[in-house]
């Protein structure tokens, strides 16, 4: 079974940087693709950064030139690495991963952008 955990989420001031890990704790499986979203309050979620196991990365307008996402898919592991932070990025960050017709969710972690 698949199990992801985030971390690295924390406060942080306007134009500082942190980086977000998700490791999957469970089974390791065969990644067809990794991405970061995140939920601000009163708001949905959105997708914040995907990339397939192969291919170049793809990012949301608001992160671009911001924000790096990475992966390692043999480990099952996916990373965000977030600079030049706004008030705007904060929100419960959360990983996601595809594996074959599945896909799996992990708990979210808090970011908190403080201007």
């Known amino acids: 079974q698949v199990q992801l955990v985030e971390s690295g989420g924390g406060l942080v001031q306007a134009g500082g940087s942190l980086r977000l890990s998700c490791a999957n704790s469970?089974?390791?499986?065969?990644?067809?693709?990794m991405a970061w979203y995140r939920q601000a309050p009163g708001k949905q979620r959105e997708l914040v950064a995907h990339?397939?196991?192969?291919?170049?990365?793809n990012y949301a307008d608001s992160v671009k030139g911001r924000f790096t996402i990475s992966g390692d898919n043999a480990k099952n592991t996916v990373a965000l690495q977030m600079n030049s932070l706004k008030p705007e990025d904060t929100a419960v960050y959360y990983c996601r991963s595809w594996s074959g017709f599945n896909s799996y969710w992990g708990q979210g972690t808090q970011v908190t952008v403080s201007s």
């Open positions: 469970g089974t390791i499986v065969t990644l067809n693709a």
């Open positions: 990339m397939f196991s192969a291919g170049a990365p």
